[in-house]
């Protein structure tokens, strides 16, 4: 069967397939690698539509070496190849992949700088047709948030070798980031064309996810799940597959999900970071307060950070969530130095928890290159912090264009119509979030709460 692509809502199927694909890990895969999960924006922060992928690779291959076990014990065998071998331009490509799965998986930014050397010495031994190179770098402009960087280097890729799948990926991830969402369908569908698998369905399965589309996410995620034979995959589609219960509201099944998880692979900070949010979700308070406290250990992303924070404030342990809340800014200011573009996230953080102007310096600076309805999100909500809601309002119902179901969203908008003087379009948009999800929020859900119960008020 030949593959196709409708128009507005496509159904992508692998060839052969008679039944639709998916949504996609982000993955780097060359003709010497094994699946590296990297990053959608990269480590700073994640939007809440799409968090990072879970999981180190099972392995990595260079030539003839095969690499089993751990990111570090990878690391170690890539350096130990590229010091014995220095002109192997695959295993520098290999080693700058397997650096930036080193800096998701520690919160480390300095792998970034390791990552940009190993594939920069990688085309210096071959700068020609070495897609595997510029499909890294393209990996890891994405990872810095520079999205249309990624975008041209992925196509540079593409253009060495049109059947690079992996490459799409690539790209897939950039346009998915710059708002290009007809261009990414197209790109996707060309993916699953070249290589039918858990990256490419998995990416598809996101993007009917952002078009609200999530029934169809879901299954895709389920037949994701049906084709992964390692532990990285299976736990990385039970991450997806639990937060897309989450989001829409059921923490029970989400947490069934992340325990499932975590029973094949205890040590994935994304899958007990799950645990922590399902937990406080369902008033588990102590249970989600020390789990919280493992991840942040463990790794401490500003985006876990900032969630334990927020459940720390709302049981009056406010010097507790200031701390969190620092540890988050310190954290974010490494990111900076290593040359990662704040994204939507840190405007949020910091309307939210820090500077309303600086928020605004930060969502417009994102939004002068990439138009996404996360940035549109993001760019009313530091309006609003601002006391601009009339130009708020455009960016939130811009948000809202693709259809995608979250919460949050709605809140944002809710809030500014509220602001605006429209009782009713605001009581519409709150309704909408609680219903979609009741506990969206440790820090906002209760403020929607509160304000439905005074538009209810005679």
């Not at 953080?349 to 930060?362: F, I, S, Y």
């Amino acid at each position: 069967m030949s593959t196709s692509l409708e128009h507005e809502k496509p159904v992508v199927e692998p060839a052969g397939s008679s039944r639709p694909a998916r949504r996609a890990l982000p993955v780097l895969v060359g003709v010497v690698l094994a699946p590296v999960l990297l990053v959608l924006g990269g480590i700073a922060f994640t939007t809440g539509s799409a968090p990072p992928p879970a999981g180190p690779p099972p392995e990595v291959g260079v030539g003839q070496v095969q690499v089993a076990g751990d990111q570090a014990a990878m690391v170690v065998a890539l350096e130990d190849r590229v010091e014995r071998l220095p002109a192997d331009d695959a295993a520098w490509a290999s080693l700058g992949i397997a650096y930036l799965a080193q800096a998701r998986t520690t919160a480390d930014p300095t792998f970034y700088d390791r990552a940009e050397a190993a594939l920069a010495q990688s085309l210096q031994v071959r700068p020609e047709d070495n897609a595997d190179a510029l499909a890294g770098q393209g990996a890891l402009a994405n990872a810095r948030h520079d999205f249309a960087g990624g975008r041209d280097l992925a196509e540079s890729a593409i253009a060495v070798d049109p059947y690079d799948s992996t490459a799409r990926g690539v790209l897939a991830d950039s346009q998915l980031e710059l708002g290009e969402y007809d261009a990414a369908l197209i790109t996707l569908q060309e993916m699953v064309d070249l290589r039918p698998g858990v990256p490419s369905f998995t990416r598809i399965s996101y993007s009917f996810e952002l078009r609200g589309e999530t029934d169809q996410a879901r299954d895709l995620l389920e037949r994701a799940l049906e084709q992964s034979s390692n532990p990285a995959d299976i736990a990385f589609c039970l991450f997806h597959l639990g937060r897309l219960s989450a989001d829409a509201g059921d923490h029970a099944a989400a947490m069934a999900r992340y325990d499932q998880g975590l029973d094949l692979d205890p040590d994935n900070v994304e899958l007990l970071a799950g645990r922590a949010a399902a937990q406080a979700a369902l008033g588990q308070d102590d249970a989600a307060v020390a789990t919280y406290a493992d991840v942040v250990q463990r790794l401490p992303q500003p985006v876990y950070l900032v969630e334990y924070a927020e459940l720390l404030d709302s049981l009056g342990r406010t010097d507790e969530a200031d701390e969190q809340l620092a540890v988050a800014d310190t954290v974010r200011i490494l990111f900076d130095a290593a040359g990662v573009v704040p994204d939507v996230e840190v405007a949020l953080h910091e309307a939210d928890h820090g500077d309303p102007v600086r928020a605004l310096v930060v969502a417009e600076a994102n939004a002068a290159t990439r138009r996404s309805v996360q940035v549109e999100d993001a760019l009313a909500w530091a309006l609003h912090s601002n006391g601009r809601d009339a130009e708020a309002l455009v960016h939130a119902e811009a948000a809202a264009a693709l259809g995608t179901r979250n919460a949050l969203w709605d809140y944002h908008r809710g809030m500014i119509q509220l602001e605006l003087g429209l009782p009713d379009e605001a009581r519409a948009s709150l309704e909408q979030a609680l219903a979609t999800n009741p506990e969206f929020s440790r820090l906002h859900a209760p403020l929607a709460r509160q304000a439905l119960a005074q538009l209810a008020a005679p």
